[in-house]
């Protein structure tokens, strides 16, 4: 495994957090660059999120899709933060779960850029990191806490909102640095220390 992941990250791919409570690689559709339905770059803003917000470590594991169109071919709508570009914006819903109890997320808001899709999602992880037990899914803190709490601290909070998303970038600074990464370039005490020895 070491020789497979140094090849990954020579490559330019970041594999530590495959398996980690943290964010999954954002899944995207192709977006209106390569399918007719588009409607936004879904493919460059699943680009920006996950750049944005790998090795950010969390309560659960965290999913995020971005749909290019309602068709919704990401799936979206069953991840813990899911982007739905529409025509004249982006929709963007929270606390879905695909897992054997199947959620669907709720609707938080409607936003008009992309800079501000970056704001709420990453405001909404700083929530939850801040927030949620060790373990929770957003599926199960957002029922225990009810969706209108999260939407006060996120659409009726803008000054909040924004204290939140700067915590979470702030916090990046220090979180971005791949476990595996580490490891295979030989990197000694590094997070994932065998447990036994084999000979
Ligand atoms: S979600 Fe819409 S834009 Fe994306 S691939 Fe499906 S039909 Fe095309």
Redesign the pocket.
Known sequence: MPDVWRDLSSAGFVSGHGYAKALRTVKT????E??????QD?TGLGIQLERLTWGSWMPHKFKIAV????????EATVKDLGVV?VDSGYELHVGGNAGIKVRVTDFLCKVATEEEVIEYTTAFIQLYREEAHYLDRTAPWIERVGLTYVQRRLIEDPMGRVELAARFTHSQKFSQTDPWAERASGKEQHEFAPVLELS
């Open positions: 559709c192709v977006g209106k390569w399918c007719r339905f588009g409607t879904s749909s290019g169109c309602p068709r919704n071919c990401a570009c």
